[in-house]
């Protein structure tokens, strides 16, 4: 299976500020998975989009899958120091999980 | 839910030798995943088995990594001999069944030297 590409690598923001992290597909995706995985810490699944065009929110944090399933994105509202981790978007090859290279964000009060 | 449970949590040990780690996953969960994280990177799967039996260990070294999970519950990796590249975290996570949200221990860290 291929793995997704992830941009930016790492975003550093002022808390209060936006962040959108963006994941991208040279293949149709059956799926896609986020998880987040604090500093230390393990992943943690966030959640999955199945359907084209799909839109999902938690909370500050806005899931999106593109209308031709090859790209996806994570925005998250007004970031917090909790947000802080790595987000990382992971694609369905088969009954493996590809991970993509991950987006680390920081950020500062 | 009960967490997946790892041991052990930190393992150091020299090159040449032999390592084996555990991973107990979340009752019911049929599906379990090993996999390798190089810092800074995203975790790479080694081998999943859907209970007792291995489904995808492609990505597995098979001269030196093995896996088992004899009873389709609790699960080992081991790595004989250790290789200074071993160096890494290695996490464990299950599945109500493939294609499921995964479950992640909080893993071993691997140093070897």
């Known amino acids: 299976g291929q793995q997704v590409m992830q941009i930016p690598q790492y975003q550093h923001v002022q808390e209060g500020e936006d962040f959108t992290t963006y994941c991208n597909s040279s293949?149709?995706?059956?799926?896609i998975q986020w998880y987040k995985q604090r500093p230390g810490g393990h992943p943690v699944f966030l959640i999955q989009?199945?359907?084209?065009?799909e839109v999902k929110k938690q909370k500050r944090l806005t899931f999106q899958f593109g209308e031709a399933k090859k790209n996806s994105s994570l925005h998250i509202t007004a970031t917090q120091t909790t947000d802080v981790g790595t987000y990382f978007c992971?694609?369905?090859?088969?009954?493996?999980?590809?991970f993509g290279k991950g987006t680390t964000l920081s950020v500062s009060s | 839910e009960a967490e997946v449970a790892q041991s052990p949590r930190y393992k150091i040990t020299e090159k040449s030798q032999a390592v084996a780690f555990w991973c107990d996953p979340i009752?019911?969960?049929?599906?379990l995943y090993w996999y390798r994280q190089i810092l800074g990177q995203g975790p790479e799967l080694l081998v999943q088995?859907?209970?007792?039996?291995?489904?995808?260990d492609s990505q597995l070294p098979k001269d030196r990594f093995s896996a088992e999970r004899l009873k389709g519950v609790d699960s080992t990796l081991k790595i004989q001999p250790a290789e200074l590249g071993d160096s890494a975290m290695y996490l464990c996570?299950?599945?109500?069944?493939?294609?499921?949200?995964?479950?992640f221990g909080d893993g071993t860290r691997l140093s070897i030297l």
């Open positions: 996570a299950s599945s109500r069944y493939s294609n499921q949200p995964q479950h």
């Open positions: 293949t149709t995706l059956s799926n």
């Open positions: 989009l199945v359907k084209s065009g």
């Open positions: 992971c694609n369905q090859a088969g009954t493996a999980l590809i």
């Open positions: 009752s019911g969960h049929a599906t």
């Open positions: 088995f859907q209970d007792e039996s291995v489904v995808d």
